[in-house]
């Protein structure tokens, strides 16, 4: 099991002010760069919710990852699809300013101009390896910038939430399942 806790470096407001207006700053020209580009369609994919072409190819590079060690390699492939259909209707019930948050965070990975500088990944994400994405999900945790660590907090926690709440994830981790009534 990775560990999944970070240290916060000690902020004053100065340097609060200063990530805030980065990850504004960031997250603003990346989501209009999107937009303007065509990137960002706001069009979910079929058969999905929320979740778009775009944000399908991270995804899917991202869940074996997260769920290495927790699922057979036998069984990965129905592990990411349960896993995508949780996490779609888990972001289908958010709220629309952490679901807005969330885009963006996905606007920022599956642009090409954000996505190298950010993650290590030149590439497209179908072409990064298990390694490539390890090194990105490692990069963001360990980053002296506390906007990197909150966005590997968010997609550790959605990934988990959304595999984790399923019952076929039960056995692995000893739960019996909730009590019957």
């Not at 990775?2 to 603003?28: I, K, M």
């Not at 979740?51 to 592990?79: N, W």
Request: charged letters at 10%; glycine letters at 8%.
């Amino acid at each position: 099991m990775h560990d999944t806790t970070f240290a916060l470096p000690q902020l004053s407001r100065r340097n609060l002010l200063r990530v805030g207006l980065l990850g504004t700053a960031l997250l603003g020209t990346a989501g209009l760069t999107a937009t303007l580009s065509g990137c960002s369609a706001s069009t979910p994919k079929a058969g999905f919710a929320v979740i778009r072409e775009t944000d399908l190819a991270f995804l899917q590079a991202l869940i074996p990852v997260m769920l290495e060690g927790a699922v057979p390699p036998a069984q990965m492939p129905a592990a990411v699809s349960a896993t995508l259909q949780g996490l779609d209707y888990s972001l289908n019930h958010l709220s629309p300013e952490l679901l807005k948050l969330t885009v963006q965070l996905l606007d920022v990975l599956a642009l090409p101009l954000t996505r190298g500088p950010l993650t290590g990944v030149w590439g497209s994400w179908q072409q990064a390896s298990a390694a490539d994405v390890r090194a990105f999900l490692a990069r963001w945790q360990n980053s002296s910038i506390g906007l990197l660590q909150m966005g590997h907090a968010s997609l550790l926690q959605l990934v988990m939430m959304s595999w984790y709440s399923r019952p076929e994830s039960w056995a692995h981790c000893g739960y019996p399942g909730p009590p019957t009534v």
